[in-house]
């Protein structure tokens, strides 16, 4: 879908990445909960999946990730450079996007651990050996 004059359909993409990289935050610790919590995290994902909290990401990676599947379909290295290019195109624009930032931060850590060349759903991790 055209969205615009030049530069538009870049804007978009960070709008995309923008709301993803909240959304696997909000993905991963629900997940991370509902197995602290002593819970079947497959069951409540299927119980939340079709509700609000509903996404692709949760439909799509969760899954992968309570499995222990991190291979990519985005690399956590592309992720990051993508989050790094919305962040300074939102501080031009004088907006502030601290959840963005926080994402941001939490996959840089995620890369320094090693998991740059795995998939997104990785920073699961992060929660499960907290």
Known sequence: MRQGGAGA?????MCNQIAIATNMIGVCE???YAKRAGLDPFKV???IAKGAAGSWSLSNLAPRML???FAPGFYVKHFIKDMKIALEEAE??????PGLALAKQLY???AQAGEENSGTQALYKRYVKA
């Open 92 to 97: 031009r624009m004088n907006l502030p996007l």
């Open 45 to 47: 994902l299927e119980s």
């Open 9 to 13: 359909g870049q804007h978009t993409k």
């Open 67 to 69: 499995s222990g599947d």
């Open 108 to 110: 840089e850590e995620l």
């Open 30 to 32: 629900a997940m991370a």
